[in-house]
């Protein structure tokens, strides 16, 4: 108890003495005083030497925790690698990895990216690095990121393991700048109805977005389904010009406020691409911040259809603020109000671990199997512009509860997946299927429609895992078959075709989360009447 005392003492007195900390000092005398005198007194008296750097991060890391759960500390050495994934791009080689029994694999090779240019494709074996070997010396993904990533413009030599070459191939890749792309699917999900799923609120997602967004409407799509299952958030910003698409003018998006910050409306601001046509927006348990907003601002001014689960429920807004060491701290600055009033901030006055332990804990309390578990106290009752009852408290509730099947799960099938055993036997065989496959199958939809893992697949698949170490169970298989046959297909199509056809797959008959076909069913039902939407 002192220890920790201590740290969170050291951590105020050096935030306090940053002037490049754009946070409001304390100015508190005795405070500052008594602060600097301790910091004093420990670097002349204390009995062993002191890294003094490393008991200051340990004491902002300690002081951050008392905050709240999204107050964080983030090291220089680690900031631009954090930053990454909102920014849209990083420099590097631009593949996707998995690395099974100390071998690396290509899961993928980014389309356009210099790995993809210069025909580095999905199931080669990475196994030297500029002549290093790193094959079989247990490396981690950091240590494959750290050899591949580099500014742009810079080399490296790899060599390669490629089935039906009989030595290695040599590659020369050429760094350069690679996308991260935020819109993971987007097709005719029916002959009116498109789908665009977005995985984060990132710097390029609104360009992303509207780009699929005019395909689809070419395409002939009326209604629209969003997925932001998943999605933990991003920039403000951009959850606010999402929103501003659906929204018409001048309707409030989202507002925030905190102690030291006014309260700050934000309206939609011009036409949006579809302010016209239903729209439904499929949220879960790991929907969090920007799609709350997002999902918030359709259900308060009745735009659209939530489906799904109660969402993450993260409504805390925070500020980056430079340390002048170059390390920074994400400061939670205000909490965001949807346009009903709604805090949708779950609690989180038991502490962090508890805070994050929540989400895990909703199935164990039936949360995500039964609707009738969810109990929402009258305090947190909100209403939509069209007097539709909704509620804040923790998260987004949506209109249309979707539970998951646990019926269908094994500890077999949870092997498969975390061994990357489907991952990498799927690579394996549309390696040496692709011609076959595609000429069988020209189109995402054929396959979706006409291929099937059958007996001979499946036992090739157990062989497989059973060389790579996992026992088979044919009671684990039993259960599993349809969850494992439905897995393995998609990522056979996302091989030979790309992370959209994943989805295209996965949604049509997914076992587990049905909340894609409720979305389909409710835009060819009376569910928007029933539940009072806006005529759109």
């Not at 494709?121 to 591949?148: P, Q």
């Amino acid at each position: 108890m002192h220890l920790r005392h201590l740290t969170l003492i050291l951590a105020c007195s050096f935030l306090a003495s940053q002037p490049k900390a754009h946070a409001q000092q304390d100015n508190d005398p005795l405070t500052t005083g008594k602060l600097s005198s301790l910091m004093y007194h420990i670097d002349r008296m204390y009995v062993d030497d002191v890294d003094k750097n490393k008991l200051v991060d340990a004491a902002i890391v300690s002081m951050l925790a008392e905050l709240d759960p999204h107050s964080i500390y983030i090291p220089k050495e680690d900031l631009e690698e954090v930053n990454e994934p909102l920014k849209g791009n990083f420099e590097g080689v631009g593949i996707q990895f998995n690395i099974i029994r100390d071998t690396i694999y290509v899961v993928d090779a980014i389309p356009g990216g210099p790995s993809e240019r210069i025909g580095i494709r999905a199931g080669d074996r990475i196994i030297t690095i500029d002549k290093e070997n790193v094959a079989g010396v247990e490396f981690k993904n950091t240590d494959v990121m750290k050899r591949l990533r580099g500014k742009k413009g810079t080399k490296v030599d790899v060599a390669i393991l490629r089935k039906g070459e009989p030595e290695p191939l040599d590659f020369t890749i050429t760094r350069d700048k690679i996308p991260i792309f935020s819109v993971e699917a987007s097709y005719m999900a029916e002959p009116n109805v498109g789908y665009i799923k977005v995985s984060r609120f990132s710097a390029t997602t609104m360009k992303e977005f509207r780009e699929k967004l005019g395909e689809l409407k070419a395409a002939g799509m009326k209604d629209l389904i969003l997925d932001l299952q998943g999605n933990g958030g991003g920039y403000l910003r951009t959850a606010i010009e999402m929103a501003d698409e659906f929204l018409g003018d001048r309707k409030l998006v989202v507002y925030t406020e905190g102690r030291t910050s006014p309260r700050e409306d934000t309206y939609a601001t011009k036409e949006g691409l579809f302010e016209k046509g239903r729209l439904v927006v499929l949220v879960d348990e790991g929907s969090a911040s920007a799609s709350e907003i997002v999902s918030g601002a359709i259900q308060d001014w009745d735009r659209g259809l939530i489906v799904g689960r109660r969402s993450f429920g993260k409504g805390l807004v925070q500020r980056p603020v430079m340390l002048s060491d170059g390390s920074a701290v994400r400061l939670t600055v205000s909490r965001y109000f949807t346009p009903s009033g709604r805090s949708i901030q779950k609690s989180y006055e038991e502490g962090v671990e508890a805070y994050q332990r929540e989400k895990s804990e909703r199935l164990a309390k039936g949360e995500l199997t039964t609707a009738d578990s969810i109990h929402m106290a009258d305090t947190v009752k909100y209403f939509t512009m069209n007097k539709r009852v909704v509620y804040g408290g923790g998260g987004i509730m949506p209109d249309v509860f979707v539970p998951i099947d646990t019926t269908q799960s094994s500890e077999y099938f949870g092997q498969l997946v975390r061994k990357g055993i489907l991952n990498t036997f799927a690579i394996a065989k549309v390696d040496e299927l692709r011609d076959r496959w595609m000429a069988a199958y020209p189109t995402v939809a054929a396959f979706g429609r006409d291929f099937r893992v059958d007996e001979a697949l499946g036992k090739e698949l157990q062989a497989y895992a059973t060389k790579e170490g996992v026992t088979f169970s044919e009671a684990d298989w039993n259960r599993s078959h349809d969850l494992i046959a439905l897995r393995l297909k998609a990522l056979i199509a996302r091989d030979l075709w790309n992370t959209s056809a994943y989805w295209q797959v996965i949604n049509a008959d997914n076992p587990v989360d049905r909340s894609f076909q409720k979305a389909v069913e409710a835009l060819s039902n009376d569910t928007f009447q029933r539940l009072g939407m806006a005529k759109q």
